[in-house]
């Protein structure tokens, strides 16, 4: 199953090289996006697909329209980056 997560440009040489940990480690959890779109709106400017069949997921009657939550880490081997503005793109274009 292939899911997304928005992140900021800068995050993505990191992630590329130890993938997504959980901003929370307290929780473990990752939050991601069930459709591109959903992604897109949660404003990052990067918009990664991660594949997810080797993961622990959640989705919570509740909130499975707009997340998803994994469990732990997210290697770089399930991470591709779909689309990326540039910081200076956006400093540029304001």
Partial sequence: MKLY???PTKNIPSILQ???MPKYPVLGIVYLAPTLETAYKAAGQTILEVETDDLRLTAFDDCRDWEVFCWGHIPP???KVLFS???EAIE???
């Fill in 77 to 79: 081997k399930n991470i």
């Fill in 92 to 94: 540029r274009d304001g």
């Fill in 85 to 87: 503005i540039s910081e």
């Fill in 5 to 7: 997560h928005s992140t």
């Fill in 18 to 20: 130890t993938g997504l």
